[in-house]
């Protein structure tokens, strides 16, 4: 196959361009605003603008350049940047591709009471994050091109720099990760690799078009038992409970408080979005990814987060 890359530059473009090399397929990737530090070799490398310039065809377009949700970002920023790139994104895949696949986020259903989730879920984001992801998927709904879009759950392994394992590695390293009471909250992860593989898989199959699907591992897991693998992978000892949610929303208040006051250097330790993301119960359905690809991800739980833990240079000695 011959396929058209938007962020392939960042954590999870990368992971797909990289994993579409390795497939034999062509690859052409999009340039960002930013200057990458590196190229990899073997990609066809532009701005998105020149490719559509340049008439050159592709199979698919694989959409996964976003502005990431995190902190300090203006909530108008995620509309303006997302929904405005999407746009630009699919008119170049009218053009140049016969296809489009769009890398969405779970983040369109928010954290509903009613679970598991599974993709007749109301959409129900709690931030601009996944409200923009909603608009951008109805872009690529209405395009005219066969489309594919995929959910992914909160992904994690090497070469992420901003996410919420890399957070909590390097906090739980430095032995300043707390639980949040008695850490019972379910969230649910996938893989770099697995990811990238799925999304793979997805664009060279028929039984993908028109089809939106989650992406994520076969079960959750507890937070509490996600901070024990991250201590046994950096070798470091972290209390298995921790004051009550309700204590430490207090103390994300007052972080957040001081963070407008620029009291803190950088990301402050605690926020009241921080907080939810480890501490708010949640788990999927991946049986409409198992129905249309014949398979899920393989990594598990451990292993990820060990390799993870490795590649950030935190593993024990």
């Not at 957070?167 to 008695?182: E, N």
């Not at 089809?211 to 079960?219: A, P």
């Amino acid at each position: 196959m011959k396929v058209l890359v938007t962020g392939a530059t960042g954590f999870i473009g990368g992971a797909v361009v990289a994993a579409a090399k390795a497939r034999g397929w062509e690859v052409g990737g999009v340039l960002g605003q930013r200057p990458a530090p590196s190229l990899p070799e073997g990609v066809s490398w532009r701005r998105l603008e020149s490719w559509q310039e340049s008439n050159e065809r592709f199979d698919l377009v694989i959409h996964a350049a976003a502005l990431r949700h995190r902190h300090g970002v203006a909530p108008a920023d995620y509309s303006r940047n997302n929904i405005a790139l999407t746009q630009d994104v699919v008119e170049c895949a009218q053009k140049l591709a016969s296809r489009i696949l769009f890398l969405s986020s779970i983040a369109v259903y928010g954290w509903p009471r009613d679970l598991p989730i599974d993709e007749t879920s109301p959409h129900q984001p709690n931030n601009e994050y996944g409200q923009s992801k909603i608009r951008c998927e109805e872009l690529v709904r209405s395009c005219g091109l066969p489309f594919t879009i995929v959910q992914p759950s909160i992904t994690y392994g090497p070469g992420d720099t901003d996410g919420m394992m890399d957070k909590i590695l390097r906090m739980v390293a430095k032995r300043q990760f707390i639980v949040p009471g008695l850490g019972l909250a379910r969230v649910q992860l996938v893989y770099i690799d697995d990811l990238a593989a799925m999304i793979l898989n997805a664009a060279a199959s028929p039984k993908t078009i028109g089809e939106t699907f989650i992406c994520t591992y076969r079960d959750p897991i507890r937070v509490g038992e996600l901070v024990r693998l991250a201590s046994r992978a950096v070798g470091k000892w972290i209390p298995p409970v921790g004051p009550p949610r309700k204590l430490l929303s207090l103390g994300a208040r007052l972080c957040e408080v001081a963070d407008r006051f620029g009291l803190f250097k950088g990301e402050p330790p605690l926020t009241r979005d921080k907080l939810a993301t480890i501490s708010v119960d949640r788990c999927y359905r991946i049986g409409r990814m198992r129905r249309l690809l014949g398979t899920e991800p393989g990594t598990g739980y451990t292993q990820g987060i060990e390799q993870m833990a490795r590649a950030l240079g935190l593993t024990r000695t």
